[in-house]
């Protein structure tokens, strides 16, 4: 089945450098890959959606400057939380969605634990 | 603004009994989901529900969708421990450029022996 891969799956860093995350669709390609966040005991929230080749749509409220989004290939999206801060520190789950799979679902990283100190 | 939400958010059940959690959205859609979460993991994907109508059952999960009613029920039957985690539903609506999902709160199931 569709897998997709996401690193790293914790990372500490210092407030003020920035962080990337990787998500990779490991057997198929994926033209759009989703980027959520989630704080502790609550839901996920739909930060960005990332079309290959072309700028991520962001939602409403999400810093474009401080989560940069880069989709440049069929196979690799990446975030990248900028000067992060203590506030930052949240759960990412990146998904994608199989073409193949037509509306079959979604397919999800593992995650990324991200604590800024 | 699509609302997807669920109750209850908690749910404390012993052992064997019986019991549904519902997800109600505000916006028309065929497409949800459900998934399960455990602490400190990612999702995985339980069921996808594409049609008005649509039942789908595995081991002792059974989910359903109305969507006239806007309204997916997740039923737990014979709950044991192992089903302890949290449950999501999800909406899938297109957004513009893409389809894309909108989570519900989620529903924190704690199976007690």
């Known amino acids: 089945g569709a897998v997709v891969s996401q690193h790293p799956s914790r990372v500490i860093c210092k407030s003020g450098t920035s962080v990337k995350i990787e998500c990779r669709s490991l057997d198929f390609q994926a033209t759009t890959m989703f980027w959520y966040r989630q704080f502790p005991k609550k839901s996920l929230m739909l930060m960005a959606t990332?079309?290959?080749?072309?700028?991520?749509?962001?939602e409403q409220g999400v810093e474009k400057d401080k989560f940069l989004i880069n989709h440049a290939s069929l196979t690799l999206s990446t975030l990248t939380v900028t000067s992060a801060h203590p506030e930052d520190s949240s759960f990412y789950i990146c998904?994608?969605?199989?073409?193949?799979?037509?509306?079959?679902?979604?397919?999800f990283g593992s995650g990324t634990r991200l604590t800024v100190v | 603004e699509l609302k997807v939400e669920q109750n209850p958010l908690f749910l404390s059940m012993q052992e064997g009994k019986n019991y549904t959690i519902y997800c109600n959205y505000s916006t028309t859609s065929d497409r949800l989901y459900w998934y399960r979460q455990d602490p400190g993991k990612s999702l995985e994907s339980l069921f996808v529900?594409?049609?008005?109508?649509a039942v789908k059952q595995e081991g002792r999960l059974m989910a359903s969708l109305d969507t006239k009613a806007r309204l997916s029920t997740l039923h737990i039957t014979a709950a044991v421990h192992d089903l302890s985690a949290t449950y999501f539903c999800a909406v899938d609506i297109w957004g513009g450029t893409a389809s894309k999902l909108t989570f519900g709160t989620g529903t924190r199931l704690q199976v007690t022996l």
């Open positions: 990332s079309n290959e080749g072309s700028k991520a749509t962001y």
């Open positions: 998904s994608a969605r199989d073409p193949q799979r037509g509306l079959g679902g979604y397919t």
């Open positions: 529900l594409l049609s008005n109508g």
